[in-house]
Protein backbone atom coordinates (compact mmCIF):
# COMPACT_ATOMS: atom_id res chain seq x y z
CA UNK A 1 0.00 0.00 0.00
CA UNK A 2 1.22 3.90 -0.96
CA UNK A 3 0.90 6.60 0.74
CA UNK A 4 -1.80 8.46 -2.05
CA UNK A 5 -3.74 4.72 -1.61
CA UNK A 6 -5.69 6.30 1.39
CA UNK A 7 -8.51 6.56 -1.29
CA UNK A 8 -8.92 3.11 -1.85
CA UNK A 9 -9.75 2.82 1.92
CA UNK A 10 -13.51 2.09 1.65
CA UNK A 11 -15.63 2.72 4.89
CA UNK A 12 -19.19 1.68 5.15
CA UNK A 13 -21.03 3.16 7.96
CA UNK A 14 -23.38 2.03 10.52
CA UNK A 15 -26.02 0.11 8.43
CA UNK A 16 -29.72 0.78 8.39
CA UNK A 17 -31.72 -2.67 7.57
CA UNK A 18 -35.73 -2.81 7.66
CA UNK A 19 -37.04 -6.19 6.12
CA UNK A 20 -35.14 -6.73 2.70
CA UNK A 21 -34.37 -2.92 2.65
CA UNK A 22 -30.45 -2.10 3.44
CA UNK A 23 -28.68 0.82 3.41
CA UNK A 24 -25.52 1.84 4.47
CA UNK A 25 -23.07 5.40 3.89
CA UNK A 26 -19.72 4.70 2.01
CA UNK A 27 -17.18 6.89 2.43
CA UNK A 28 -13.43 7.49 1.33
CA UNK A 29 -10.59 10.06 1.42
CA UNK A 30 -10.82 12.25 -1.69
CA UNK A 31 -7.36 13.74 -3.16
CA UNK A 32 -8.60 16.10 -5.24
CA UNK A 33 -11.28 17.65 -3.44
CA UNK A 34 -9.20 17.43 -0.07
CA UNK A 35 -12.63 16.26 2.01
CA UNK A 36 -14.05 12.71 2.49
CA UNK A 37 -16.79 11.72 -0.01
CA UNK A 38 -19.66 9.78 1.35
CA UNK A 39 -23.27 8.68 0.00
CA UNK A 40 -25.82 6.34 0.65
CA UNK A 41 -26.20 2.82 -0.98
CA UNK A 42 -28.46 -0.30 -0.93
CA UNK A 43 -26.91 -3.43 -0.27
CA UNK A 44 -28.38 -6.48 -2.58
CA UNK A 45 -27.71 -9.65 -3.03
CA UNK A 46 -25.48 -9.02 -6.15
CA UNK A 47 -23.71 -5.64 -3.73
CA UNK A 48 -23.46 -1.91 -3.82
CA UNK A 49 -26.27 0.12 -5.88
CA UNK A 50 -26.20 3.97 -5.33
CA UNK A 51 -29.70 5.06 -3.18
CA UNK A 52 -28.16 9.24 -3.04
CA UNK A 53 -25.81 10.95 -5.11
CA UNK A 54 -24.62 13.38 -2.38
CA UNK A 55 -21.12 14.17 -1.70
CA UNK A 56 -21.21 13.79 2.29
CA UNK A 57 -24.48 11.83 2.70
CA UNK A 58 -24.02 9.76 5.95
CA UNK A 59 -26.27 8.07 8.60
CA UNK A 60 -29.09 6.68 7.24
CA UNK A 61 -32.17 5.34 9.58
CA UNK A 62 -35.51 3.83 8.36
CA UNK A 63 -38.57 4.70 9.71
CA UNK A 64 -40.43 1.66 11.68
CA UNK A 65 -42.93 1.62 9.67
CA UNK A 66 -40.90 1.13 6.17
CA UNK A 67 -41.61 3.94 4.14
CA UNK A 68 -39.01 7.02 5.02
CA UNK A 69 -35.14 6.94 5.14
CA UNK A 70 -33.94 9.74 7.16
CA UNK A 71 -30.27 10.93 6.55
CA UNK A 72 -27.73 13.69 7.04
CA UNK A 73 -26.55 15.68 3.87
CA UNK A 74 -23.78 18.19 4.08
CA UNK A 75 -23.74 20.77 1.03
CA UNK A 76 -20.49 22.05 0.12
CA UNK A 77 -18.60 23.16 3.31
CA UNK A 78 -21.27 23.51 5.00
CA UNK A 79 -22.91 21.50 8.43
CA UNK A 80 -25.02 18.12 7.66
CA UNK A 81 -28.32 18.62 8.18
CA UNK A 82 -31.13 16.58 8.37
CA UNK A 83 -33.11 15.07 5.42
CA UNK A 84 -35.48 12.75 4.63
CA UNK A 85 -36.85 10.86 1.59
CA UNK A 86 -39.19 7.64 0.59
CA UNK A 87 -37.96 4.01 0.45
CA UNK A 88 -39.61 3.84 -2.90
CA UNK A 89 -37.18 6.60 -4.50
CA UNK A 90 -38.13 10.23 -4.73
CA UNK A 91 -36.92 13.70 -3.96
CA UNK A 92 -34.72 14.24 -0.50
CA UNK A 93 -36.49 17.13 1.41
CA UNK A 94 -34.64 19.65 3.94
CA UNK A 95 -35.37 19.35 7.32
CA UNK A 96 -33.09 21.56 9.12
CA UNK A 97 -31.10 25.04 8.46
CA UNK A 98 -29.19 24.77 12.11
CA UNK A 99 -26.44 26.88 12.11
CA UNK A 100 -23.77 24.04 13.52
CA UNK A 101 -25.96 21.21 11.67
CA UNK A 102 -27.68 18.52 13.62
CA UNK A 103 -26.52 14.85 14.45
CA UNK A 104 -28.01 11.30 13.90
CA UNK A 105 -31.51 11.00 13.14
CA UNK A 106 -33.79 8.90 15.92
CA UNK A 107 -37.00 7.80 14.47
CA UNK A 108 -40.17 7.99 16.51
CA UNK A 109 -42.56 5.10 17.02
CA UNK A 110 -45.04 6.86 15.07
CA UNK A 111 -42.56 6.77 12.09
CA UNK A 112 -43.75 10.84 11.73
CA UNK A 113 -41.51 12.07 14.25
CA UNK A 114 -37.71 12.21 14.18
CA UNK A 115 -35.42 13.10 17.61
CA UNK A 116 -31.48 14.28 17.16
CA UNK A 117 -29.15 16.57 19.34
CA UNK A 118 -27.93 19.65 17.68
CA UNK A 119 -25.10 22.45 18.66
CA UNK A 120 -26.83 25.79 19.89
CA UNK A 121 -24.31 28.75 19.54
CA UNK A 122 -24.57 31.60 21.98
CA UNK A 123 -25.71 35.08 19.35
CA UNK A 124 -22.83 36.19 17.68
CA UNK A 125 -20.69 33.14 17.58
CA UNK A 126 -20.04 30.49 14.72
CA UNK A 127 -21.01 33.01 12.46
CA UNK A 128 -24.61 33.50 13.95
CA UNK A 129 -25.32 37.10 14.58
CA UNK A 130 -25.02 39.12 17.89
CA UNK A 131 -27.41 40.70 19.71
CA UNK A 132 -26.98 43.78 17.89
CA UNK A 133 -27.31 42.02 14.73
CA UNK A 134 -23.98 42.05 13.18
CA UNK A 135 -22.11 38.66 12.21
CA UNK A 136 -18.33 39.22 13.81
CA UNK A 137 -15.87 36.98 12.18
CA UNK A 138 -13.92 33.94 14.41
CA UNK A 139 -11.36 36.15 15.64
CA UNK A 140 -13.61 39.45 16.24
CA UNK A 141 -16.15 37.51 18.95
CA UNK A 142 -16.27 38.62 22.44
CA UNK A 143 -13.98 36.80 24.58
CA UNK A 144 -15.19 33.87 26.62
CA UNK A 145 -15.91 33.71 29.85
CA UNK A 146 -14.36 30.55 31.51
CA UNK A 147 -15.34 29.04 35.14
CA UNK A 148 -14.84 25.23 34.54
CA UNK A 149 -12.05 21.96 34.00
CA UNK A 150 -14.47 21.28 30.90
CA UNK A 151 -14.66 23.74 28.07
CA UNK A 152 -13.29 22.15 25.04
CA UNK A 153 -12.46 18.98 23.93
CA UNK A 154 -9.99 18.01 20.79
CA UNK A 155 -11.89 17.30 17.43
CA UNK A 156 -14.88 19.42 18.60
CA UNK A 157 -14.00 22.32 20.02
CA UNK A 158 -15.54 24.94 22.40
CA UNK A 159 -18.63 23.05 23.85
CA UNK A 160 -20.05 26.14 26.73
CA UNK A 161 -20.84 28.03 24.35
CA UNK A 162 -22.78 25.81 22.43
CA UNK A 163 -24.57 23.43 24.36
CA UNK A 164 -25.43 20.19 22.57
CA UNK A 165 -29.46 20.51 22.97
CA UNK A 166 -32.30 18.12 22.28
CA UNK A 167 -34.91 18.83 19.27
CA UNK A 168 -37.51 16.86 18.01
CA UNK A 169 -39.22 17.79 14.10
CA UNK A 170 -42.00 16.50 12.12
CA UNK A 171 -40.37 14.79 9.45
CA UNK A 172 -43.95 14.86 7.27
CA UNK A 173 -45.10 17.98 7.65
CA UNK A 174 -45.99 20.19 4.08
CA UNK A 175 -43.97 22.83 5.66
CA UNK A 176 -41.11 21.97 7.97
CA UNK A 177 -39.98 24.00 10.68
CA UNK A 178 -36.28 24.02 9.70
CA UNK A 179 -35.38 26.01 12.85
CA UNK A 180 -37.26 24.29 15.71
CA UNK A 181 -36.86 25.27 19.32
CA UNK A 182 -34.91 23.01 21.47
CA UNK A 183 -36.45 20.66 23.88
CA UNK A 184 -33.94 20.94 26.41
CA UNK A 185 -32.52 23.99 28.22
CA UNK A 186 -28.41 25.31 28.17
CA UNK A 187 -27.78 24.17 31.10
CA UNK A 188 -26.26 20.28 29.78
CA UNK A 189 -25.46 19.09 26.56
CA UNK A 190 -27.75 16.06 25.81
CA UNK A 191 -26.42 12.98 23.69
CA UNK A 192 -27.89 9.53 22.25
CA UNK A 193 -31.54 10.20 21.99
CA UNK A 194 -33.85 6.95 22.27
CA UNK A 195 -37.49 6.81 22.16
CA UNK A 196 -39.58 5.00 24.78
CA UNK A 197 -42.68 2.69 22.91
CA UNK A 198 -45.62 4.48 23.42
CA UNK A 199 -43.96 7.51 21.50
CA UNK A 200 -44.09 9.98 24.55
CA UNK A 201 -40.69 10.11 25.76
CA UNK A 202 -37.23 10.59 24.95
CA UNK A 203 -34.37 9.35 26.96
CA UNK A 204 -30.90 11.20 26.97
CA UNK A 205 -27.56 10.69 28.50
CA UNK A 206 -26.39 14.14 30.14
CA UNK A 207 -23.91 14.35 32.41
CA UNK A 208 -24.36 13.72 36.31
CA UNK A 209 -26.78 16.63 37.61
CA UNK A 210 -27.83 18.24 34.69
CA UNK A 211 -24.09 19.07 34.60
CA UNK A 212 -24.19 21.40 37.87
CA UNK A 213 -20.74 21.00 38.41
CA UNK A 214 -17.41 19.29 36.42
CA UNK A 215 -17.72 15.46 36.04
CA UNK A 216 -17.17 11.85 34.00
CA UNK A 217 -19.95 10.82 35.19
CA UNK A 218 -23.20 10.38 33.47
CA UNK A 219 -26.82 9.30 33.66
CA UNK A 220 -30.27 8.86 31.87
CA UNK A 221 -33.09 11.94 31.35
CA UNK A 222 -36.36 11.41 30.48
CA UNK A 223 -37.91 14.21 28.37
CA UNK A 224 -41.12 14.60 27.30
CA UNK A 225 -42.20 14.71 23.77
CA UNK A 226 -44.28 17.17 24.02
CA UNK A 227 -42.34 19.49 26.32
CA UNK A 228 -41.45 19.49 29.78
CA UNK A 229 -39.00 19.31 32.24
CA UNK A 230 -36.40 16.48 32.14
CA UNK A 231 -36.16 13.61 34.76
CA UNK A 232 -33.99 11.75 36.14
CA UNK A 233 -34.51 7.91 35.64
CA UNK A 234 -31.22 6.18 35.80
CA UNK A 235 -28.83 6.73 38.37
CA UNK A 236 -25.81 4.79 36.70
CA UNK A 237 -22.67 3.51 38.84
CA UNK A 238 -20.38 5.66 36.48
CA UNK A 239 -21.51 6.22 33.38
CA UNK A 240 -24.11 5.60 30.58
CA UNK A 241 -23.90 5.31 26.81
CA UNK A 242 -26.46 4.76 24.27
CA UNK A 243 -29.98 3.93 26.07
CA UNK A 244 -32.38 2.34 24.13
CA UNK A 245 -35.85 1.30 25.65
CA UNK A 246 -37.67 -2.09 25.15
CA UNK A 247 -40.90 -2.85 26.88
CA UNK A 248 -40.26 -1.26 30.27
CA UNK A 249 -36.78 -1.45 30.33
CA UNK A 250 -34.05 0.94 29.43
CA UNK A 251 -30.71 -1.19 28.31
CA UNK A 252 -26.86 0.80 28.07
CA UNK A 253 -23.34 0.25 28.13
CA UNK A 254 -21.89 1.52 31.37
CA UNK A 255 -18.86 1.68 33.57
CA UNK A 256 -18.87 1.57 37.36
CA UNK A 257 -16.27 4.25 39.16
CA UNK A 258 -16.58 6.63 41.36
CA UNK A 259 -16.07 11.10 40.92
CA UNK A 260 -13.16 11.05 38.41
CA UNK A 261 -11.75 7.91 38.24
CA UNK A 262 -13.13 6.54 35.01
CA UNK A 263 -9.87 5.79 33.21
CA UNK A 264 -9.04 1.71 32.07
CA UNK A 265 -12.78 0.99 33.20
CA UNK A 266 -14.66 -1.68 30.82
CA UNK A 267 -17.76 -1.11 29.63
CA UNK A 268 -20.76 -3.45 30.66
CA UNK A 269 -24.27 -3.71 29.58
CA UNK A 270 -26.40 -2.95 31.94
CA UNK A 271 -30.62 -2.93 32.69
CA UNK A 272 -32.64 -0.28 34.88
CA UNK A 273 -36.63 -0.41 34.97
CA UNK A 274 -37.97 2.92 32.89
CA UNK A 275 -39.79 3.82 36.37
CA UNK A 276 -36.57 4.34 38.38
CA UNK A 277 -38.20 1.56 41.06
CA UNK A 278 -34.76 -0.26 41.16
CA UNK A 279 -30.93 0.24 40.83
CA UNK A 280 -28.97 -0.78 37.94
CA UNK A 281 -28.24 -4.77 36.85
CA UNK A 282 -25.00 -5.22 35.56
CA UNK A 283 -25.48 -8.26 32.68
CA UNK A 284 -21.52 -8.54 31.99
CA UNK A 285 -18.76 -9.45 34.19
CA UNK A 286 -17.13 -6.44 34.78
CA UNK A 287 -13.43 -8.01 34.33
CA UNK A 288 -13.75 -9.94 30.97
CA UNK A 289 -16.47 -7.99 29.27
CA UNK A 290 -15.96 -4.82 27.32
CA UNK A 291 -18.53 -3.52 25.16
CA UNK A 292 -17.26 -1.81 22.41
CA UNK A 293 -20.23 1.54 22.71
CA UNK A 294 -19.25 3.26 18.94
CA UNK A 295 -20.85 -0.06 17.45
CA UNK A 296 -24.42 1.42 18.02
CA UNK A 297 -26.72 0.79 20.68
CA UNK A 298 -27.68 -2.88 22.29
CA UNK A 299 -30.29 -4.31 20.52
CA UNK A 300 -32.50 -6.57 22.00
CA UNK A 301 -34.57 -9.99 20.71
CA UNK A 302 -36.62 -12.28 22.98
CA UNK A 303 -34.13 -13.61 25.06
CA UNK A 304 -30.99 -11.94 24.74
CA UNK A 305 -29.18 -8.27 23.93
CA UNK A 306 -26.78 -8.36 20.98
CA UNK A 307 -23.46 -6.22 21.95
CA UNK A 308 -20.04 -6.14 20.40
CA UNK A 309 -17.20 -6.67 22.79
CA UNK A 310 -13.71 -6.17 22.23
CA UNK A 311 -11.58 -9.69 23.14
CA UNK A 312 -8.17 -9.70 22.22
CA UNK A 313 -7.76 -7.80 19.08
CA UNK A 314 -11.13 -8.64 17.89
CA UNK A 315 -14.28 -6.70 17.91
CA UNK A 316 -16.77 -9.59 18.28
CA UNK A 317 -21.05 -9.75 18.04
CA UNK A 318 -21.90 -11.61 21.21
CA UNK A 319 -25.71 -12.56 22.63
CA UNK A 320 -26.30 -12.03 26.28
CA UNK A 321 -28.86 -13.42 28.03
CA UNK A 322 -31.25 -10.63 28.84
CA UNK A 323 -32.45 -12.05 32.78
CA UNK A 324 -29.23 -12.99 33.82
CA UNK A 325 -26.39 -11.05 35.50
CA UNK A 326 -22.25 -10.53 35.30
CA UNK A 327 -22.43 -12.86 32.31
CA UNK A 328 -18.05 -14.00 31.70
CA UNK A 329 -16.85 -13.39 28.36
CA UNK A 330 -16.84 -17.40 27.61
CA UNK A 331 -20.77 -17.45 28.38
CA UNK A 332 -21.48 -14.83 25.81
CA UNK A 333 -21.93 -16.86 22.60
CA UNK A 334 -20.00 -15.49 19.49
CA UNK A 335 -22.14 -14.69 16.61
CA UNK A 336 -19.58 -13.13 13.95
CA UNK A 337 -16.36 -11.05 14.76
CA UNK A 338 -13.60 -13.64 15.50
CA UNK A 339 -10.07 -12.74 13.79
CA UNK A 340 -11.61 -9.35 12.99
CA UNK A 341 -13.33 -6.40 13.74
CA UNK A 342 -17.35 -5.61 14.08
CA UNK A 343 -17.63 -1.88 13.23
CA UNK A 344 -21.38 -1.37 13.82
CA UNK A 345 -24.50 -4.14 13.58
CA UNK A 346 -28.18 -3.59 12.52
CA UNK A 347 -31.33 -6.01 13.66
CA UNK A 348 -34.35 -6.68 12.43
CA UNK A 349 -36.37 -9.41 13.70
CA UNK A 350 -34.15 -12.07 12.86
CA UNK A 351 -31.88 -10.75 10.26
CA UNK A 352 -29.05 -9.05 11.16
CA UNK A 353 -26.53 -6.65 9.19
CA UNK A 354 -22.46 -6.41 10.21
CA UNK A 355 -19.84 -3.75 8.91
CA UNK A 356 -16.88 -6.04 10.03
CA UNK A 357 -13.19 -5.17 8.84
CA UNK A 358 -10.62 -8.00 8.69
CA UNK A 359 -6.96 -8.41 8.43
CA UNK A 360 -7.21 -7.49 4.46
CA UNK A 361 -9.84 -5.19 4.41
CA UNK A 362 -11.08 -2.09 5.93
CA UNK A 363 -14.71 -3.36 6.30
CA UNK A 364 -16.94 -5.01 4.51
CA UNK A 365 -20.92 -5.70 4.53
CA UNK A 366 -22.27 -8.86 6.14
CA UNK A 367 -25.94 -10.52 6.38
CA UNK A 368 -26.59 -13.45 8.25
CA UNK A 369 -28.19 -16.35 6.98
CA UNK A 370 -30.86 -18.89 8.08
CA UNK A 371 -27.99 -21.11 9.32
CA UNK A 372 -26.42 -18.40 11.59
CA UNK A 373 -23.76 -18.01 9.58
CA UNK A 374 -23.16 -14.51 7.90
CA UNK A 375 -22.63 -13.90 3.93
CA UNK A 376 -20.37 -10.86 2.90
CA UNK A 377 -22.65 -8.70 0.33
CA UNK A 378 -20.24 -5.85 -0.45
CA UNK A 379 -16.75 -6.25 -1.55
CA UNK A 380 -15.00 -2.63 -0.97
CA UNK A 381 -12.00 -4.16 -0.29
CA UNK A 382 -11.15 -5.43 -3.27
CA UNK A 383 -9.30 -2.58 -5.05
CA UNK A 384 -7.25 -2.05 -1.99
CA UNK A 385 -5.91 -5.41 -1.86
CA UNK A 386 -5.25 -5.64 -5.67
CA UNK A 387 -3.06 -2.74 -5.06
CA UNK A 388 -1.54 -4.98 -2.07
CA UNK A 389 -1.92 -5.60 1.33
CA UNK A 390 0.24 -7.57 3.26
CA UNK A 391 -0.72 -10.37 6.22
CA UNK A 392 -0.34 -9.53 9.69
CA UNK A 393 0.91 -12.56 11.68
CA UNK A 394 -0.11 -13.42 15.26
CA UNK A 395 2.71 -13.28 17.63
CA UNK A 396 2.78 -13.62 21.51
CA UNK A 397 6.20 -13.40 23.64
CA UNK A 398 6.41 -13.79 27.34
CA UNK A 399 7.57 -10.30 29.76
CA UNK A 400 10.04 -9.75 31.86
CA UNK A 401 7.82 -10.48 34.71
CA UNK A 402 6.37 -13.54 33.08
CA UNK A 403 3.38 -11.92 31.66
CA UNK A 404 2.08 -13.26 28.02
CA UNK A 405 2.34 -10.09 25.67
CA UNK A 406 0.33 -10.53 22.36
CA UNK A 407 0.76 -8.75 19.10
CA UNK A 408 0.93 -8.95 15.51
CA UNK A 409 3.54 -8.34 12.75
CA UNK A 410 3.35 -7.49 9.28
CA UNK A 411 5.94 -8.14 7.32
CA UNK A 412 7.37 -7.03 3.56
CA UNK A 413 7.87 -9.24 0.61
CA UNK A 414 10.98 -11.15 0.57
CA UNK A 415 12.87 -13.00 2.51
CA UNK A 416 15.00 -10.38 4.30
CA UNK A 417 16.37 -9.97 6.61
CA UNK A 418 14.08 -6.62 6.66
CA UNK A 419 14.53 -3.53 8.77
CA UNK A 420 11.94 -3.18 11.93
CA UNK A 421 9.90 -0.07 13.02
CA UNK A 422 8.04 -1.13 16.71
CA UNK A 423 4.66 1.11 16.77
CA UNK A 424 3.22 1.77 19.76
CA UNK A 425 -0.63 2.78 19.67
CA UNK A 426 -2.06 5.20 21.61
CA UNK A 427 -4.71 5.36 24.27
CA UNK A 428 -3.28 3.57 26.60
CA UNK A 429 -6.46 1.93 27.13
CA UNK A 430 -7.28 1.22 23.34
CA UNK A 431 -5.68 -1.34 20.91
CA UNK A 432 -4.23 -3.23 17.92
CA UNK A 433 -7.26 -4.83 16.31
CA UNK A 434 -7.83 -7.91 13.76
CA UNK A 435 -8.14 -5.61 11.26
CA UNK A 436 -6.35 -3.62 8.57
CA UNK A 437 -4.32 -1.17 9.63
CA UNK A 438 -3.13 1.57 6.64
CA UNK A 439 0.18 2.61 8.93
CA UNK A 440 1.41 -0.49 8.86
CA UNK A 441 0.65 -1.55 5.24
CA UNK A 442 2.50 1.55 3.95
CA UNK A 443 5.34 0.76 6.20
CA UNK A 444 5.59 -2.73 5.17
CA UNK A 445 5.31 -2.05 1.57
CA UNK A 446 8.32 0.36 1.67
CA UNK A 447 10.63 -2.65 2.87
CA UNK A 448 9.73 -2.35 7.17
CA UNK A 449 8.26 -5.42 9.80
CA UNK A 450 6.02 -3.65 11.89
CA UNK A 451 5.85 -4.81 15.26
CA UNK A 452 2.61 -3.87 16.78
CA UNK A 453 1.96 -4.81 20.44
CA UNK A 454 -0.70 -4.49 23.25
CA UNK A 455 0.75 -4.26 25.92
CA UNK A 456 -0.48 -3.39 29.94
CA UNK A 457 -3.04 -1.10 29.25
CA UNK A 458 -4.38 -1.81 26.20
CA UNK A 459 -8.46 -2.91 25.97
CA UNK A 460 -9.72 -5.97 25.33
CA UNK A 461 -7.31 -7.63 27.70
CA UNK A 462 -9.47 -7.86 30.91
CA UNK A 463 -10.03 -4.62 33.15
CA UNK A 464 -7.12 -4.98 35.04
CA UNK A 465 -4.85 -5.87 32.00
CA UNK A 466 -5.98 -2.01 31.38
CA UNK A 467 -5.54 -0.61 35.11
CA UNK A 468 -1.96 -2.59 35.16
CA UNK A 469 -0.42 1.04 34.45
CA UNK A 470 -1.77 3.22 36.52
CA UNK A 471 0.44 5.71 38.62
CA UNK A 472 2.91 3.06 36.52
CA UNK A 473 3.66 4.22 33.05
CA UNK A 474 6.87 3.33 31.65
CA UNK A 475 7.39 0.17 33.70
CA UNK A 476 5.35 -3.08 32.69
CA UNK A 477 3.61 -1.78 29.48
CA UNK A 478 7.10 -0.80 28.10
CA UNK A 479 8.74 -4.30 29.01
CA UNK A 480 5.80 -5.79 27.50
CA UNK A 481 6.56 -4.08 23.82
CA UNK A 482 9.93 -4.70 24.14
CA UNK A 483 9.13 -8.42 24.91
CA UNK A 484 6.84 -8.65 21.88
CA UNK A 485 9.88 -6.65 19.81
CA UNK A 486 12.20 -9.39 21.05
CA UNK A 487 10.11 -12.05 19.78
CA UNK A 488 9.66 -10.82 16.05
CA UNK A 489 13.70 -10.26 16.18
CA UNK A 490 13.97 -13.78 16.56
CA UNK A 491 12.32 -14.01 13.17
CA UNK A 492 15.00 -14.97 10.45
CA UNK A 493 13.27 -11.97 8.30
CA UNK A 494 14.41 -9.14 10.61
CA UNK A 495 17.45 -7.76 11.43
CA UNK A 496 17.97 -6.64 15.15
CA UNK A 497 20.52 -4.59 14.18
CA UNK A 498 18.12 -2.28 12.64
CA UNK A 499 15.26 -1.46 14.47
CA UNK A 500 13.30 2.20 14.97
CA UNK A 501 10.33 3.06 17.52
CA UNK A 502 7.54 5.24 16.79
CA UNK A 503 3.84 6.01 17.99
CA UNK A 504 1.60 8.75 18.33
CA UNK A 505 -0.32 10.14 21.60
CA UNK A 506 0.32 7.64 24.50
CA UNK A 507 2.80 6.27 21.95
CA UNK A 508 4.25 9.36 21.51
CA UNK A 509 5.06 8.84 25.01
CA UNK A 510 6.23 5.63 24.82
CA UNK A 511 8.70 6.40 21.79
CA UNK A 512 10.08 9.43 24.36
CA UNK A 513 10.73 6.76 27.04
CA UNK A 514 11.97 4.23 25.43
CA UNK A 515 14.65 6.42 23.32
CA UNK A 516 15.65 7.74 26.80
CA UNK A 517 15.80 4.35 28.92
CA UNK A 518 16.37 2.38 26.31
CA UNK A 519 18.03 4.05 23.56
CA UNK A 520 20.94 1.83 22.44
CA UNK A 521 18.58 -0.88 21.20
CA UNK A 522 17.03 1.94 18.16
CA UNK A 523 18.26 3.76 15.39
CA UNK A 524 15.77 6.67 15.98
CA UNK A 525 12.19 7.57 16.63
CA UNK A 526 9.48 9.10 15.30
CA UNK A 527 7.47 10.48 18.20
CA UNK A 528 3.93 11.98 17.28
CA UNK A 529 1.24 14.37 19.34
CA UNK A 530 3.01 12.95 22.41
CA UNK A 531 2.55 13.62 26.12
CA UNK A 532 6.00 14.68 27.03
CA UNK A 533 5.08 16.01 30.48
CA UNK A 534 2.95 15.88 32.15
CA UNK A 535 3.02 18.48 34.94
CA UNK A 536 2.12 21.11 32.15
CA UNK A 537 -0.34 18.62 30.29
CA UNK A 538 -2.49 18.38 33.16
CA UNK A 539 -3.52 21.83 32.82
CA UNK A 540 -3.07 22.31 29.06
CA UNK A 541 -5.04 19.81 27.57
CA UNK A 542 -8.89 19.04 27.41
CA UNK A 543 -8.73 16.14 29.81
CA UNK A 544 -5.73 16.78 31.72
CA UNK A 545 -7.44 18.32 34.99
CA UNK A 546 -8.73 14.19 35.52
CA UNK A 547 -6.33 12.06 32.84
CA UNK A 548 -2.98 13.10 34.91
CA UNK A 549 -4.33 12.14 38.24
CA UNK A 550 -5.70 8.90 36.74
CA UNK A 551 -2.89 7.91 35.10
CA UNK A 552 0.62 9.42 36.72
CA UNK A 553 -1.01 10.85 40.06
CA UNK A 554 -0.98 14.58 41.17
CA UNK A 555 2.77 14.61 42.78
CA UNK A 556 4.43 16.58 40.23
CA UNK A 557 7.62 15.52 41.17
CA UNK A 558 6.55 11.72 40.19
CA UNK A 559 4.72 13.59 36.87
CA UNK A 560 8.30 14.62 36.16
CA UNK A 561 9.70 11.21 37.21
CA UNK A 562 7.06 9.84 34.19
CA UNK A 563 7.85 12.13 31.72
CA UNK A 564 10.13 11.52 28.91
CA UNK A 565 11.03 15.27 28.87
CA UNK A 566 13.16 14.72 31.96
CA UNK A 567 15.51 12.27 30.13
CA UNK A 568 16.20 14.54 27.06
CA UNK A 569 19.72 13.76 28.23
CA UNK A 570 19.66 10.66 28.07
CA UNK A 571 17.99 10.41 24.22
CA UNK A 572 21.03 10.04 21.80
CA UNK A 573 19.48 8.73 18.94
CA UNK A 574 17.95 11.09 16.08
CA UNK A 575 14.29 12.07 17.23
CA UNK A 576 11.68 13.27 14.96
CA UNK A 577 9.02 15.27 16.56
CA UNK A 578 5.73 15.81 15.13
CA UNK A 579 2.89 17.49 16.21
CA UNK A 580 -0.70 19.09 14.83
CA UNK A 581 -1.01 22.76 15.26
CA UNK A 582 -4.78 22.43 16.82
CA UNK A 583 -3.98 19.31 19.14
CA UNK A 584 -6.14 19.81 22.42
CA UNK A 585 -5.85 16.19 23.63
CA UNK A 586 -1.85 17.02 23.57
CA UNK A 587 -1.22 20.54 23.29
CA UNK A 588 1.57 21.80 21.05
CA UNK A 589 3.16 22.66 23.87
CA UNK A 590 4.10 19.48 24.62
CA UNK A 591 6.08 19.52 21.04
CA UNK A 592 7.47 22.65 21.04
CA UNK A 593 9.53 21.95 24.68
CA UNK A 594 10.23 18.54 23.59
CA UNK A 595 12.16 19.96 20.62
CA UNK A 596 13.64 22.79 22.01
CA UNK A 597 15.59 20.41 24.54
CA UNK A 598 15.98 18.34 22.17
CA UNK A 599 18.20 21.08 20.28
CA UNK A 600 19.40 22.51 23.42
CA UNK A 601 21.19 19.17 24.24
CA UNK A 602 22.55 19.31 20.75
CA UNK A 603 20.14 16.13 19.63
CA UNK A 604 19.61 15.66 16.02
CA UNK A 605 16.24 16.15 15.71
CA UNK A 606 13.51 17.75 13.48
CA UNK A 607 10.02 19.21 14.44
CA UNK A 608 7.21 18.21 12.02
CA UNK A 609 3.99 20.57 12.17
CA UNK A 610 0.88 20.73 10.34
CA UNK A 611 -1.60 23.72 10.29
CA UNK A 612 -5.11 23.38 11.06
CA UNK A 613 -5.40 19.70 12.25
CA UNK A 614 -6.30 18.14 15.56
CA UNK A 615 -5.04 14.59 17.67
CA UNK A 616 -6.80 12.94 15.05
CA UNK A 617 -4.77 13.91 11.84
CA UNK A 618 -3.87 10.38 10.68
CA UNK A 619 -7.18 8.87 11.31
CA UNK A 620 -9.35 11.53 9.94
CA UNK A 621 -6.88 14.76 9.48
CA UNK A 622 -6.99 16.42 5.69
CA UNK A 623 -6.59 13.60 2.88
CA UNK A 624 -3.57 15.93 1.72
CA UNK A 625 -2.07 16.24 5.04
CA UNK A 626 -2.44 12.55 5.77
CA UNK A 627 -0.35 11.54 2.23
CA UNK A 628 1.82 13.84 3.40
CA UNK A 629 2.41 12.60 6.91
CA UNK A 630 2.88 9.00 5.04
CA UNK A 631 5.99 10.57 2.99
CA UNK A 632 7.64 12.31 5.74
CA UNK A 633 7.08 9.19 7.45
CA UNK A 634 9.05 7.22 4.81
CA UNK A 635 11.50 9.83 4.67
CA UNK A 636 12.78 10.42 8.08
CA UNK A 637 12.98 6.47 8.19
CA UNK A 638 14.45 6.32 4.35
CA UNK A 639 17.56 8.44 5.98
CA UNK A 640 17.76 6.73 9.21
CA UNK A 641 16.85 3.49 8.30
CA UNK A 642 16.91 2.74 5.02
CA UNK A 643 15.70 -1.01 3.59
CA UNK A 644 18.78 -0.84 1.49
Known sequence: MRPTDIELLKTAGRPALSGELLLVAVSRPDLDTNSYVSALHWVGDDGLSA??????????????????????RGEGSGPAQLHVMPTAGGEARVLTALPLGVGEPVWAPDSRRIAFTARVPEPGRYGTPDDEGRTPEAGEEAPRRITRY?????????????????????ALAEDPVTEPEPMTDDAASVREPAWTPDGQTILVVAPRDWDAVETLQSDIYAVPADGGDPRLVVRTAGRAERPVVADTTVYYYGAAFEGAAAAATNSGLWAAPLDGGQPPRRLTDAETVDCVAAAGPPAVRDDDVLVVVGHRGAAELRSVPLHGSDALLDELPVLTGERAAVRSFAVDGDRIAVVQAGPADSGE???????????????????????????????????????PVHGWVVTPEGEGPHPVLLVVHGGPFAAYEWSLFDEAQVYAAAGYAVV???????????????????????????????????????????????????????????????????????????????????DSFAGASDIGWSFTENYVGADLDEQRRRSPLSYVADIDIPFAVVHSELDWRCPLEQAQRMFVALKKNGADTEFLLFPGEGHELTRSGKPRHRVQRFEAVLDWWSRHLPVG
Open 452 to 534: LANPRGSAGYGESHGRAVLHALGTVDADDVLALLDAALDRPDTDADRVGVMGGSYGGFMTGWLASHHGHRFRAAWSERAVNAW
Open 51 to 72: WTHGAHDSSPVISPDGRWVAFL
Open 365 to 403: VLVSTGGGGFTARTALSVPLREAGVLPAEELTATSADGY
Open 150 to 170: DYRVDNVGFLRDRPQRLFVVD
